[in-house]
């Protein structure tokens, strides 16, 4: 389950360029199984249109303190209980100063006021603003008062000015709701992922490598972000994004993986082993491999199996997962990865000509002492959620107590 699955959300829209953000943001939010209401300032309605806002969260937009059929329908003291959580995305330098006053002169700040529900600000506006001692004044009381605070990024800013001011991305709003909102399947639980290839220098120029493109890992990485849980991912080199709301630690070798990982598995409930770690590795020469030979022989040494490391751990060994990409006996080898590794779940994919490796799609055949399931061709992301169901199960199954 989704951690922001069925919440609540009162999304409070203040004028600013950045307010065509916040669309995208009501998008992203129903996206995650949030049922978002939106409240616009007069300001915020030269930028966007109510109705954007109202196609985007499929209910009347709430522009109006004092508007007789509004009253009457969701007035502000039914639209504060109503809120699980109150967002105010972009929030303004002029919201920021009146909610610190406790005015309450229009629809927006009267329903912060009114509301017992917790208030997230993520501020947008001009960095000169934002640095300006009145604004960090109103901030610093608003955090004190448990007003919770996302942002603002740094950047280059729509004036064409360069510093902090920039809204959060929607994505990194939506995952920071997510991991505060203490629900979702994998709420409270640490996991550790590891995703994408490794590169074992040859030379100081040259490495082997293989054709992993980590999105598997990063797509793990996210959905659980989504169902609550906090999460790192230790990454080997990817040309993706990391997800937001990540702690991310980038690797190359194999050698650099294992201590990575076994440096942070102790405290992970979950670990869960998506990287195409090279099997071997060569011996690094100190200086470039010059071509005068006829031929070249590379002497391959094995590198230390992560993922059996971890599962072999005797103190905090976590819930461990392994991946098993192969090109033939699919099952039969991912049975063997399960009791050779003694692992707690297997995922298998065929790997190929254009399977597997570096695609959008997968399927996957998971198996686990006493079971297995098989999850039909389906993109990545989805394949992702779907595995962290099973995983939670498993893990619920096996840690009773701190599922109730
Ligand atoms: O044994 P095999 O390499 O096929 O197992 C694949 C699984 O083992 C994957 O989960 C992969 O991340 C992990 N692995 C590892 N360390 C290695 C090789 C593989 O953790 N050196």
């Known amino acids: 389950m989704n ?3 069925g919440k ?10 950045a307010a065509y953000k916040a ?4 998008r992203q939010l129903r996206g995650a199984g949030a049922e978002v209401r939106v409240i ?14 109202q196609s985007l969260s499929g209910h009347p937009v709430h522009l109006d303190l004092l508007d007789a059929a509004e009253e009457s329908a969701m007035g502000h003291i039914h ?13 303004s330098a002029d919201v920021m100063a009146r909610l610190r006053a406790g005015l ?16 997230v600000l993520a ?9 300006n001692l009145a604004t960090q004044d109103n901030v610093a009381v608003l955090k004190a008062r448990g007003v919770c605070l996302l942002g603002p990024a740094e950047g280059v800013q729509a004036c064409g000015e360069t510093g902090p001011g920039r809204l959060l991305e929607p994505a990194a709003i939506v995952a920071a709701l997510a991991s505060r909102s203490g629900a979702g399947s994998l709420a409270g639980l640490r996991i550790l992922i590891s995703a994408g290839p490794t590169r074992e220098a040859i030379d100081p120029v040259r490495y082997l490598s293989n054709r992993s493109s980590g999105k598997m890992g990063y797509a793990l990485a996210q959905s659980a972000v989504m169902q609550g849980a906090t999460v790192v991912l230790v990454s080997g080199p990817t040309a993706l994004v990391p997800p937001s709301g990540v702690e991310v630690a980038q690797v190359q070798s194999a050698a650099d993986m294992y201590e990575a990982v076994l440096a942070r598995a102790g405290h992970a409930d979950i670990y869960i082993g998506a990287a195409a770690v090279a099997d071997y590795a060569p011996e690094t020469a100190p200086h470039k491999i010059k071509k005068d030979a006829s031929s070249l022989t590379l002497n391959l040494v094995k590198t230390p199996d992560i993922l059996a490391a971890v599962a072999a751990l005797t103190a905090s060994r976590p819930f461990t997962v392994g991946f098993a990409a192969e090109t033939q006996s699919l099952e039969t080898s991912a049975q063997g990865k399960l009791l050779g590794k003694s692992l707690d779940m297997v995922a ?5 000509a254009g399977v597997g490796f570096e695609v959008d799609d997968n399927a996957l055949y998971v198996c686990w002492p006493g079971g297995e399931t098989r999850l039909p061709t389906a993109p990545k992301s989805k394949l992702a959620t779907q595995l962290l169901t099973l995983i939670a199960d498993r893990y619920h199954a096996q840690h009773p107590v701190k599922n109730s």
């Open 79 to 91: 639209l504060a209980r109503w809120a699980e959580v109150v967002l105010i995305a972009p929030a």
């Open 8 to 17: 609540k959300i009162l999304l409070g829209v203040t004028g600013g360029i």
């Open 3 to 5: 951690a922001l699955t």
């Open 123 to 131: 501020p947008a506006m001009n960095q000169a603003m934002w640095l």
């Open 40 to 53: 616009m300032t007069r300001a915020a309605t030269e930028f966007v249109t109510p109705l954007t806002f």
């Open 23 to 26: 669309a995208e943001l009501v």
């Open 348 to 352: 298998a994919n065929q790997v190929g």
């Open 104 to 119: 309450a002169d229009d629809l927006l700040t009267t329903v912060c006021l009114a509301a017992t529900a917790p208030l």
